[in-house]
Every structure is written in C-alpha cells, then in structure tokens.
C-alpha cells in the first residue's frame, strides 16, 4: 500500500476548503480514510464513571460539551463524573502547534512528552505551550473530573498556517485495533431522529431533533398527490452506503388510496392562508443552479443528484422534490422558511435573486414535471376530510407534527416483537420504520441501558 501517498492526499484534502470542490473533496478524502481504516478510525475512545459506580465507554467524535446541570451521558445517573479520552491527533503539515483546553473541572493532558494539569494559559485555559511537531498522527491522552454541576469542556489549538479554533473531528483518530462497538450511541442517535417519545412512554424527555414540518400551509405548498403516494407506501425503499441502512425519519403507513386520500382533504381543507408573497416564480440556469448548489453549503444537509450524504438528522434527498412541492413553495422556502413550516431546521442562505432562481430550476430538474396542473377534486370532499380528520389523530400524526402533548403514550416493549421498527400492522395502524437488524438492535440496546433523561449526546 502507497500509504506516504495517502498521507499526502489526506493533508490536502483536510485542508482543502474552496467551495467549488467540496463535495469532491468530501468524496476523495472519504475514499482515502476507508483505505486508512484498517490503522485509523475517526474519533477518541472515552471512558466515563459516575459516583455511584456505573461506567461506560464510548467515542467522541469532537472534544466540545456543555453538561451543565445534566449528566454526560444517559448510562450515567449523576451529574458529576471522572472521564478519560485517548486517541491520536491528526496534524496536516509540520510546525509548531499549542493545544489549549477550556474546563471547569480539574483537567490532566498527556501530549508530546508534556504531562500538563496547571491551567496557565490565556483566560484561565490548559495549554502545552508551542510544541514543534511532524506532519501525521500524534498520540494524546486527557483526563476531566467535573465539579458537582455537570461541567464544560472543550478542545482548542493553534497551529502554522491558522489561528486558534476549535479542533475539528476531521483531526480526531483512534488505533482501530482499539475501537469499540457502539450499539448504544447508534440506537440514542435514532430515538432522537425517530423521535419515539412522540407515541411512546419514555425515559428520554429531551427532543434534539423537534417537530417534524408542519402542515398548516399544506394547501398551498405540497402536492396532494406526492402526499397520498407516500401514506399508501407499505414500506420504505432503503438505500444501503455502509453496513447501515439509510432511515427515514417518516414511517410507512400503508393505507388504502381512500385513507391516504381521506388524509390529504382534511389537511387541504384545514390549512391556514399565508400572505400573498407578491413575486412570481422567474426563469434560471439548471448548470448555473448545480454549481451554486454545490458550493453554498446545501450539500452538507441535503443530497441531490449523487451530491451529499445521507444523515440520520439531515435535511432530505431533494431529488423528487418537485413531486411534491407547489410553484408557490420556492421563493417563499429561500426568503422566509418560517412562513412555509414554522417547524423549521433552514438556515439562512444569502443568496441574490438569479442564485435562488437559478437553484430552483436546478432542484425541479431533477424529476420530470407532469404537463398538465391538476386540482384533485377529492381534497374539496367534505366527508372525506372528517373521515381524513378521524385517521390523521388515531394514527399518531399529530404526535410528530403538531406542538400538542401526546396523552396516551403507548408503553414501550422489546419482549415479543420489535413492533413499529420492523414491520406494519395495518389493522391496528401501527406504522413501520424498517430498521435493519443492527438499527434494531441498537435502538433496543439505547433503551434498555438509558438512566438518565437529563442527557442528551447527539446535540
């Protein structure tokens, strides 16, 4: 194996930031890591007690918390805590490098030969002081004991070529010989992006992920059709990249064309009227929009024609979005997102008025439109709509999509069947997720070991 030539790519890569190449970048530097992983995995190997003696071991893949007033992770019951972390630091070029660690807790790092726990640096921070060091992987060790609240701390350094920042997890490693099996982390990640504690009794009671979208523009911004086509799905298509499964954050429902329709019309007959935006949708460049969308930063929450990388908290594939949205969803969804989904996740992107026209042409090229606008004369079914109103509550909907507390929350049980993570049952319209095998192990595993509700790691 050419490893001093991998070396050398993964340098470049780590440190390659030009917009216009970052999903390449992403992609080679990816490529390059799954050649290095037979020596290299990302992330830090952390050790945690709590002081009533229940411990874990976990990676951390960046070196940023804040446990004020909750506990480091939800195996653990109490606020305060002892950790250790080892792992290797990945510099991309040779020079001097300090590392600075901000706590409030007592601190202890192992680095470059220095044994450091004395916080003498700038604003009460831990640092090595400059250390002169070689372009690769650098062994390190560091020890935390947080005070009686919980605790802060986070991982800084300043290095040849910048200034001081945060250390990113793009420079975190371990021996892979070392690496652990994260049943627990896996299944804490889904319980937050499948959002369980909407329908189900649970010991976790934060909610990073939120609300799902709202459906009160429903009328003017979504295509009935795409709607009854998803709720008549008896399962989810799942794209494998690794040895996990893609998720989708929406289960399958399986009902009847009559149910699913039933659906749309209330939704359609219930949505409230936004205000009039007051500008049409212009003409744009498909290969001008591409390019904008590749380099403005889309990429890192959504995939589009082969473009991005699916997450279990992403923002969606958006290829077949213009199945699904209406002409009036795009100026207002880049202007204002609020007025679309007041549940929203968009950050603002400051684009000119070309860039979004140019965006949009790009996005509804991606599936062919059909030629003729359609209204579907069963969204204005009266009866209809109240047997659609009838289904959208006892089938949960409300739970995920709407701000009004769940009262009867159905009581969680691994024991005879794995229920809504594998398969539908349509009598009792009980949803499915699909999970894979591990995915359902890892849930299970998540919930089986969870003692504490004051945690939450996948913020």
Known sequence: MRRPLLFACLACILSSFVSTENTLA?????????ELAEEYLP?????????VGNSLTRIDHSLSFDWQHQTADPRLETVQFDANWTGL???????????????????????????????????????????????GWHPIKLSYKSPVNGGRLKLF??????????????????????????????????????????CHESPVTQDSLGLAPSLTHFRDFTKPAWLVARLKQKTIPQMAATDETRVHRMPAFGFSDQQAKAIAAYLFQNSTNPKPVGELLGKGDV?????????????ACHQA???????????????????KRKDDFWIRWFRNPAEVNPHHRMPKVSLSDQEEQDVIAYLKSLEPLSSELVLEEYVLNESFAQQGRKIYRESGCANCHEKKENENKIKLNFDD????????????????YFLSEGDQKSLVDFYTHVKSSYSDTTQ
């Open 26 to 34: 992403q992609n080679t530097r990816q490529e390059i890591l799954d």
């Open 43 to 51: 992330g830090w190997i952390g050790s945690y007690t709590d002081q």
């Open 89 to 135: 630091l990945f510099l991309q070029s040779v020079g001097q490098y300090t590392l600075f660690v901000e706590s409030d807790g007592e601190i202890e790092l192992e680095f470059a030969g220095r044994k450091i726990s004395e916080k003498s640096g700038p604003q009460g921070l831990l640092t090595t002081g400059p250390v002169e060091l070689q372009f």
């Open 157 to 198: 350094w300043q290095g040849p070529s910048f200034k001081l920042e945060p250390v990113g997890n793009q420079f975190l490693f371990h021996p892979t010989e070392n690496t652990i099996k994260e049943h627990f982390g896996r299944g804490e990640e889904l319980a937050h992006a499948l959002r369980c504690a909407r």
């Open 287 to 299: 290969e001008a929009g591409k390019s904008v969308f590749s380099s403005v930063g889309c990429v």
């Open 305 to 323: 024609d082969t473009l991005g990388q699916s997450e279990l908290f992403d923002g969606g594939n958006l290829d077949k979005i213009s199945l």
């Open 417 to 432: 069947t794995p229920g809504c993570l594998d398969g539908l049952a349509t009598q009792s319209q009980r949803p499915a």
